[in-house]
């Protein structure tokens, strides 16, 4: 169906002189294309439309009276005047940049048009001329009935590269119908660009598995770590994969050539450093009258940065699945023995829940590190500060920057909140005027090593306990498990002090 004569306005004289150009037209009518649906035109519009998120989408050719659409997605029109014609505007105005109309129903140009003021009620349109031989012979557009708002410059960019796709088709298809070499030029630049595009632009490459040449373009053989080169021999291609992945790639390549599915393959490449991973999707082009595939034609895409991540992934479940492990064993032994050690359940209950919480607040600040180096200063303010006021501190820290492996950071963190419980409960903390100085430093260069002192200071005198309690087993052996590591704990009759040594790792 063709929508009938306008009756609003003509269109302007500087875009009617383009479309009446002698120059123009000839190039048009020259052009030798075949009538009906081509799949190859549809692919485009249905990429348009996507890319835009339009219902409607159209590749359209203006002579000086009609405008055909010779692709179209969403629309049941068949074409339209040239008088009426939004694209006539688009192919007049200088270069080849989008022509944009956010809302057709107040922009002056297309108030009064009947696509406008009629069905199908255009209200925002995006075009971008297609040239072919020096002249632009149509557009590739997309079209909405509601009003939006101008494009990004990445989507014009983007409708810009199918409108010249589009427009590589139509000389390709023009040069097929007339016998000059259809299936190379369709081979090398419709499907090759086709699936470059589709694939975000990266390496494109066409397999003759007649002469085992591939023609591909510069992207491919730095992907591969090969010279410069547009022909390759594909035994090249090959001898460039990891062994470890040749066996699979290889198998993957031959099922999809007897099957005639797609071809996908994921493999390193073994003369790259750092490592660099691939990834392909081919498939067969043209077979030959028995069914040998003659033509592969494919991409291939660096997947470097997805698969660093997910060996990242791996590594970091294999480590906090070690670690829950652990976690669990710390957890049945501190409720084995706060129970041991508790004379009522009121006691236990205290207690464990507040060992518990400090390993709970160490969990977490690895967990949010994923488990990697752990400042000390973090699981001093976690573990320690919440027994003194922010307005009136009264355990006071100082030290340098040290990172903690995990196992220090969890050790730690639990002796350093039983010695805080302890001050509260009966040290220095205990009493208005008691406080507690944390300081900790560093010394040796090839062996770093960590020594943290707590000192409360100003608190009731200290008196030798006359049995060992769990709470002072915890802060001498919870650093049994990391190495070189050593904890003094005093009752001094001035105040507890406690001297904590730790090797750290490089």
Known sequence: MIVSEPHGDPLPIDVRDV?????????????????????????VVSLASDLLGTKVALVTLLDREQQTF????????????????????????????????????????????????????????????????????GTLCVIDTIPRPRPTDVQLKQLQQLAGLAATLFKLKDSAN????????????????????????????????????????????????????????????????????????????????????????????HN????????????????????????????NFDITDTKTFEERQRLLLREINHRVKNTLATVQALATQTVRHAKEPRNFLEAFTGRLQALGLAHGLLSDREWGGIDLTEVVRLQVMPFTQADAPRILATG??????PDQALALG????????????????????????????????????????WQEVDGPRVMEPTRTGFGSILIRRSLDKVLTSEV?????????????SVLLER
């Open 70 to 137: 010779h692709a179209k997605t969403g629309t049941t029109l068949t074409g339209s005047p040239a008088d009426v014609s939004f694209c006539a505007h688009a192919i007049a105005q200088p270069g080849n940049d989008a022509f944009v109309v956010e809302n057709a129903a107040k922009d002056p140009r297309f108030e009064h048009n009947p696509l406008v003021t009629g069905e199908p009620k255009i209200r925002f349109y995006a075009g971008v001329p297609m040239t072919v031989m020096g002249e632009k012979i």
């Open 19 to 43: 479309l009446n150009r002698d120059e123009r037209n000839a190039v048009l009518t020259s052009l030798n294309l075949e009538s009906g649906p081509d799949s190859d035109f549809q692919n």
């Open 178 to 269: 007339r016998g000059d070499k259809a299936r190379a030029a369709l081979v090398r630049e419709e499907k090759r660009h086709t699936l470059a595009l589709e694939a975000a632009n990266i390496a494109s490459w066409v397999w003759d598995l007649r002469t085992g040449m591939i023609e591909c373009d510069e992207l491919m053989p730095r992907f591969f770590g090969l010279p410069h080169a547009n022909r390759i021999p594909s035994l090249r291609i090959f001898r460039a994969i990891d062994r470890r992945d040749t066996h699979q790639a290889l198998r993957n390549i031959r099922d999809a050539l007897e099957s005639g599915n797609d071809y996908t393959g994921e493999y390193r490449i």
């Open 488 to 500: 003094k704990h005093s009752f001094l009759p001035e105040g507890v002090r406690a001297e904590i």
């Open 400 to 405: 340098d920057r040290v990172l903690l492996s």
């Open 272 to 299: 790259v450093a750092p490592t660099r991973w691939l990834a392909a999707r081919g498939r067969v082009l043209d077979r030959d009258a028995d069914g040998r595939p003659l033509l592969v034609v494919g991409v």
């Open 414 to 453: 639990l002796i350093l909140h039983e010695l805080a419980s302890n001050a509260l409960k009966h040290g220095a903390l205990s009493v208005p005027l008691g406080h507690v100085e944390i300081s900790w430093s560093v010394t040796g260069i090839l062996k770093p090593r960590l020594t943290l002192t």
